[in-house]
């Protein structure tokens, strides 16, 4: 059984940076792409990247570029995304999912990650 | 980048209605493309990906056609539980890409 469980809410200052965890367990950690999404409040959802835990090789959208990073720890089976320079338009819920079916599908999700960034 | 348009953003209908959202691609994407559903407060949850294969568990109301730019997501028979979020995904090449979304209300 798989399951992605993810690091609590934060609380973010505009030009803070905000890491969060999605610690993985239920399968075989290297054969699947991990990615991470996101949703403003009341909008869509937002592709920000995707990484290989095998290797480690990672792809980010455009719009993330020099400001997000995503990380495989092997020896804690656990995936990190890092943030820097929080606008308010960060303001979010933080998803981390696997892809299983084809690795670019969002087959199985972590229960998602509130990040605030207030003054 | 590959944009998706997705439409209606929300449609209005009854119980036992037949509906249909259509997703629309700015490139040929093949069948690269999946549908999940999203409840209020809860996590998204894949229901069609490959345009057409339904994930394991989805009931069988739940339909998905389409290939190149041209997509659609056809639920028969709905169910009080299904006026929820709808969001199309391709998975055709990075950078991965949503649909706005269409919220289907009662």
């Known amino acids: 059984q798989v399951h992605l469980v993810q690091s609590g809410a934060e609380v973010k200052k505009p030009g803070a940076s905000v890491r969060i965890s999605c610690k993985a367990s239920?399968?075989?950690?290297?054969?699947?792409?991990l990615h991470w999404v996101r949703q403003a409040p009341g909008q869509g959802l937002a592709w920000m990247g995707i990484i290989n835990p095998s290797g480690g090789s990672t792809d980010y959208a455009q719009r993330f570029q020099g400001r997000l990073t995503l990380t495989w720890d092997s020896s804690t089976t656990t995936l990190y995304m890092e943030l820097t320079s929080l606008k308010s338009e960060d303001a979010a819920i933080y998803y981390c999912?696997?892809?299983?079916?084809?690795?670019?599908?969002?087959?199985?999700w972590g229960q998602g990650t509130l990040v605030t960034v207030s003054s | 980048d590959i944009q998706m348009t997705q439409s209606p953003s929300s449609l209005s209908a009854s119980v036992g209605d037949r509906v249909t959202i259509t997703c629309r691609t700015s490139?040929?994407?093949?069948?690269?493309l999946n549908w999940y559903q999203q409840r209020p407060g809860k996590v998204p949850q894949l229901m069609i990906y490959?345009?057409?294969s339904l994930q394991s568990g989805v009931p069988s109301r739940f339909s998905g056609s389409g290939s190149g730019t041209d997509f659609t997501l056809t639920i028969s028979g709905l169910r009080p539980e299904d006026f929820v979020t709808y969001h199309c995904?391709?998975?055709?090449?990075?950078?991965?890409?949503f649909g706005q979304g269409t919220r289907l209300e009662i």
């Open positions: 999912a696997m892809g299983v079916t084809r690795p670019y599908n969002c087959d199985y």
């Open positions: 995904q391709q998975s055709y090449s990075i950078p991965l890409s």
């Open positions: 490959g345009a057409s």
């Open positions: 490139q040929s994407i093949g069948t690269y």
């Open positions: 239920g399968y075989s950690f290297t054969n699947y792409y």
